[in-house]
RNA sequence: GGCGCUAUCGUCUAACGGUUAGGACAGAGCCCUCUCAAGGCUUAAAUACGAGUUCGAUUCUCGUUAGCGCUACCA
């Protein structure tokens, strides 16, 4: 029985790091046949945002990514509450009367506790928080009757930590409301979590998480820790310091195909082992073991002028060349305030020149402005030839494309035989052309170009071009 | 500071204790070619450092160094 869950925090957006997490829990979930659990672990109410709840959504909707059973923990507060008492009734825990110490207190080297508060007879205890006095629940970790705590990481292995280095740390605020240990706990062991699959910062943590565990009287689930995405500084991604670039969603708009970029996060701490880096969601929740899982943090590759990992960018490349026509069509509809139909067929064109889907805007330009933006007319000038040249290409240009069949071949034919009569290499003929109905040197090639552009449009964009050839002359 | 985790090309990674340390991206060069791409071929590039165990160490042990994490009434 597999039961995983992803719980982020609602205090930001859905960043790489969280999406991966939610990807490697759900891989494995579907791997086994298991359950997936999507729990919002909104127990700090003063960072809550909306915002940020809907970009999770947003995120894991775009990534195509779902999840069987959800769970709100600030509805759940009931249940959290009703445990951390019973840990507190069963001697594991005590309150802890100790005002909250200003930013200038002095717990400076490693206390452990607030000395006296663990000592308090359980009448003084009920007594003074029946007064009202204000008190947080804090574990009574059993510095006395255990060396330390232990438990095996999936992926880290065997991990002990002495009782001596853990805190007595907080199940209760002094508001009432449960801190995150003790409301995941609670409700990872009410949900009845199998495997808790998350990031490595959780690591040392989880010794007081088997605390609660055992506290509860439950068998703590299985824990697999993920290593650490962080950015090319050595800092962990966030957005303060990167910027936009850490959002899943700046993935989307930029013009990732959703599965490039789920590809792309899992070979960041997994790998498959055997040289495949190209995997399709079948195929990665088929081989997708936690056996693969490595330990070491892993930098995500991006600069201020390229903010995108560069073989993110490749996968995603790869996969639109790849993917058929019509599909590829439908990903760019959103970019572009054109029709299907006319995306369909400007699709061939662009298909192995764009590496995000959102570059048909640059790359296919001239097909979607009636204007050509301005140009040099010297750029019309072709390689090893004069202006003469040029205008003599475009005039056999517009003559032959007035009448010649508008499609790959007839268009072919037809300017190769021209380029032969005047004499000049097909490049020196087409050149010219390019320049005239694409307004630039680099272009998609020509005859499929003109025959996407038609005839009307290609013609009288070469008598413009001969046009300003003709005044700078 | 204390505790913990980690360390292979620039980046992501592979390698039962025995390999010329492999692959991919990015880079460089060549080819193909109507430009740009795409594609093909070639190339450069790594075991953090020091001990130990062993016939033999990227791999095991210890130390050093570095990075990261935790050390909150944040999650």
């Given at each position: 029985m597999f039961r995983v869950r992803f719980a982020p925090s609602p205090t930001g957006y859905l960043h790489i790091g969280s999406a991966r997490t939610f990807i490697f829990n759900w891989l494995y979930a579907r791997h086994n046949g298991g359950t997936m659990i999507l729990r919002i672990d909104d127990t700090d109410v003063e960072r809550n945002t909306q915002a940020s709840l809907d970009s999770i959504f947003e995120g894991l909707k775009w990534l195509d990514l779902?999840?069987?059973?959800?769970?709100?923990?600030?509805?759940?507060?009931?249940?959290?509450?009703?445990?951390?008492?019973?840990?507190?009734?069963?001697?594991?825990?005590?309150?802890?009367?100790?005002?909250?110490?200003?930013?200038?207190?002095?717990?400076?080297?490693?206390?452990?506790?607030?000395?006296?508060?663990?000592?308090?007879?359980?009448?003084?205890?009920?007594?003074?928080?029946?007064?009202?006095?204000?008190?947080?629940?804090?574990?009574?970790?059993?510095?006395?009757?255990r060396e330390s705590v232990s438990f095996t990481d999936l992926v880290y292995g065997p991990q002990t930590k002495a009782t001596a280095d853990i805190e007595d740390f907080a199940l209760l605020r002094s508001s009432g409301v449960p801190t995150y240990h003790m409301a995941s706990c609670a409700d990872d062991a009410d949900l009845r979590i199998s495997h808790i699959i998350r990031g490595q910062d959780h690591l040392t943590n989880t010794f007081k998480h088997q605390l609660i565990f055992e506290a509860l009287g439950v068998e703590a689930p299985n824990f697999a820790h993920l290593p650490?995405?962080?950015?090319?500084?050595?800092?962990?991604?966030?957005?303060?310091?990167?910027?936009?670039?850490?959002?899943?969603?700046?993935?989307?708009?930029?013009?990732?195909?959703?599965?490039?970029?789920?590809?792309?996060?899992?070979?960041?701490?997994?790998?498959?082992?055997?040289?495949?880096?190209?995997?399709?969601?079948?195929?990665?929740?088929?081989?997708?073991?936690?056996?693969?899982?490595?330990?070491?943090?892993?930098?995500?590759?991006?600069?201020?002028?390229?903010?995108?990992?560069?073989?993110?960018?490749?996968?995603?490349?790869?996969?639109?060349?790849?993917?058929?026509?019509?599909?590829?069509?439908?990903?760019?509809?959103?970019f572009v305030a054109v029709e299907l139909p006319r995306i369909r067929q400007i699709?061939?064109?662009?298909?192995?020149?764009?590496?995000?889907?959102?570059?048909?805007?640059?790359?296919?330009?001239?097909?979607?402005?009636?204007?050509?933006?301005?140009?040099?007319?010297?750029?019309?000038?072709?390689?090893?030839?004069?202006?003469?040249?040029?205008?003599?290409?475009?005039?056999?240009?517009?003559?032959?494309?007035?009448t010649a069949t508008f499609n790959h071949d007839g268009l072919d034919k037809a300017l190769r035989a021209g380029a032969e009569l005047l004499k000049v290499k097909a490049g020196q003929m087409f050149q010219p052309i390019r320049v005239a109905v694409c307004g630039r040197k680099n272009a998609p090639p020509l005859f499929e170009t003109l025959e996407v552009l038609g005839r009307e449009v290609c013609l009288s964009r070469i008598a413009a071009a001969r046009r300003l050839l003709k005044e700078s002359a």
């Open positions: 779902n999840w069987d059973e959800f769970y709100r923990q600030s509805e759940r507060g009931d249940l959290h509450r009703k445990l951390a008492n019973e840990i507190l009734a069963k001697g594991h825990a005590y309150r802890d009367f100790t005002p909250a110490v200003t930013t200038e207190g002095e717990h400076s080297g490693g206390w452990l506790f607030n000395p006296g508060m663990r000592e308090l007879s359980t009448e003084e205890s009920e007594r003074r928080a029946a007064a009202g006095e204000p008190f947080v629940v804090r574990y009574r970790v059993p510095r006395e009757s650490l995405l962080i950015a090319p500084d050595g800092a962990k991604l966030s957005k303060r310091k990167h910027g936009p670039v850490v959002s899943v969603t700046t993935y989307r708009d930029a013009g990732f195909l959703p599965h490039a970029f789920v590809n792309f996060v899992c070979l960041l701490g997994w790998s498959p082992k055997d040289d495949r880096e190209k995997l399709t969601r079948q195929e990665l929740t088929d081989i997708f073991t936690l056996e693969g899982v490595n330990r070491s943090n892993a930098t995500i590759n991006f600069t201020d002028a390229d903010p995108f990992d560069p073989k993110a960018v490749w996968l995603n490349a790869e996969m639109i060349r790849t993917m058929p026509l019509d599909e590829l069509a439908a990903q760019l509809l959103p699709a061939p064109l662009i298909q192995e020149r764009i590496k995000l889907l959102s570059e048909i805007k640059t790359v296919a330009d001239f097909i979607f402005h009636d204007a050509l933006a301005p140009y040099d007319a010297a750029e019309l000038i072709p390689q090893k030839g004069d202006a003469a040249m040029a205008a003599s290409a475009l005039a056999s240009a517009e003559e032959i494309l007035a």
